[in-house]
């Protein structure tokens, strides 16, 4: 079986699945997509994600979209492979299945518009708008309020070890990372400690260079 | 083990759950959460979910929220209870997995704004706005496109079965099928065989009567 991930530097979603990969210690094809030129609207890319976004991803003659799904099949099918990002004894799989839900439910909204006010815009000489940055500042404060105190009680935000919950989270905050609302991780220390330790982990920083 | 359902009349969340409790044929303990008392933001219910929403999940010793994380949890768990809402085979999963998250990450960020603007507003002598009506319609519309075009392929939208890639639909298509958005539904006519196939379902039916 041969694994082609379809995708876009700078992409988040696609970063999340490269992220992934990574952990599984698998090979893969990249297929860069160019989407100035809407290489992500083609019929034959809209064959492959039919909402036309990256990354779309293949394993043989399966094919999938949805970097969320594409995680969970790669953790699932690949077990035995590389780090475990998933945990074995259902109840504990559940609490992970919470945060996952967390992540996606409650930090991806705001941090994703907050990536484009605060990354994007200005990399395209256009002006972040201030108000929408303040309202998705306040919601990202509540997540972290929340995460801050998860993380008092366990070391990841899906219990003792490192798992999809916290993997999914990585693109976002490389990107952040690089904006005023760094301060908003920066603030709160067991946030903070988190930050550090799944942005040093091998199979990112392999991730993000390769 | 005791399953706890801590949820509010009206709350989609909550429901989703409760569909998935009627399909897998579960006894449960329903507990109002009365939200115009704030009951969904006192100690003890942010001790069963830190961001202080309905629903919260208890079994046991295992406490969950996050609606669709509750629901895997069931349908794992319950595996061989009532009426199969996943698939065993690997590769089938990834793809109910994907439909999964089409529906939380594209159907149901527009059908929320809709259900507030058209269903919630006027019951609250609100008015709706039609700026943000018209653009989650357009959004819900594209949506609905890719539906048609999956659902003219395969029976259900993660394959030939009923699976929680539709369940999670039902609360939202309950009350937009009350609304004019209802329209957007019954253009298309698989999306509306479809529509009509999931929502007259005897476990959603029982759900959504008793």
């Not at 064959?47 to 293949?58: C, D, L």
């Not at 799904?69 to 992970?96: E, F, R, S, W």
């Not at 439910?105 to 990536?115: E, I």
């Amino acid at each position: 079986m041969a694994i082609k991930l379809y995708g876009a530097a700078g992409s988040t979603a696609t970063l999340q699945v490269q992220a992934c990969l990574a952990e599984k210690d698998l090979h893969y094809e990249f297929v860069s997509i160019n989407m100035s030129y809407k290489e992500h609207k083609t019929p034959e890319f809209l064959s492959r994600n039919p909402f036309g976004q990256v990354p779309a991803f293949e394993d043989g003659d399966l094919k999938l979209f949805e970097s969320r799904a594409i995680t969970q099949y790669l953790a699932h099918t690949y077990a035995d492979k590389g780090n475990d990002v998933i945990i074995k004894d259902p109840k504990k799989m559940a609490i992970v299945a919470v945060w996952i839900e967390v992540e996606s439910q409650k930090f991806d909204p705001a941090c994703s518009k907050l990536v484009w006010e605060l990354g994007y815009k200005p990399m395209f000489g256009m002006t972040s708008d201030d108000v929408v940055v303040e309202e998705n500042e306040k919601k990202l404060e509540q997540v972290l309020d929340v995460y801050e105190s998860r993380l008092s009680q366990s070391k990841y935000l899906g219990g003792d070890s490192f798992t999809l919950a916290d993997l999914h989270h990585l693109p976002v905050i490389k990107y952040l990372m690089g904006t005023k609302a760094k301060r908003l991780f920066e603030a709160r220390p067991h946030v903070s400690a988190w930050v550090a330790d799944i942005q040093s982990r091998p199979a990112w920083v392999k991730a993000i260079t390769t």
